[in-house]
């Protein structure tokens, strides 16, 4: 599982440290995408499977099905871990997350998103609002 926030930098070869808690999850292959709210996700490959799984199941007749496909499958890339534990985000998903300089790698459960710092501050202030995480949260039955 992957849980918690970590502050890496972006090296000028689009090199980003994976946090070590995260490698071993990695080591058999990852799928870096465009992700939801503006960010890069890495997913382990079997977990990236699942997630195809999921979406090869909706109705290719739903026209919401097949946006969420091109934006996800589009934009993937698979990817290996480096010696270093570093991965390349190719420069299409650097300037789509803002990834300059410095990255937020945090766990979302089964994948890690990479986000600019700036965004994941502005989104993370969001979530700490207790009014507004309650109400975002008032339909999950949890």
């Excluded at 870096?32 to 503006?38: E, G, K, M, N, S």
């Excluded at 499977?49 to 698979?78: N, W």
């Excluded at 459960?109 to 700490?128: K, Q, S, V």
Aim: charge should be negative; glycine fraction near 10%.
């Amino acid at each position: 599982m992957f849980t918690g926030e970590y502050r890496h930098t972006v090296d000028e070869k689009g090199r980003v440290a994976v946090p070590a808690r995260f490698r071993a999850q990695l080591d058999g292959g990852a799928v870096v995408a465009r992700w939801l709210d503006t960010c890069v996700a890495i997913f382990p490959r079997p977990a990236w499977e699942d997630l195809a799984a999921k979406v090869g199941s909706l109705p290719i007749t739903d026209p919401s099905a097949r946006i969420f496909q091109r934006y996800i499958f589009g934009s993937a890339f698979e990817l290996e871990l480096d010696r270093q534990g570093r991965v390349l985000v190719p420069q299409s998903l650097r300037d789509f997350a803002g990834l300059e300089g410095d990255a937020v790698i945090v766990g979302s459960r089964d994948h890690a998103e990479i986000w600019a710092p700036a965004r994941w501050d502005d989104y993370r202030r969001g979530l700490e609002d207790p009014d507004a995480l309650a109400q975002a949260i008032a339909g999950l039955g949890i």
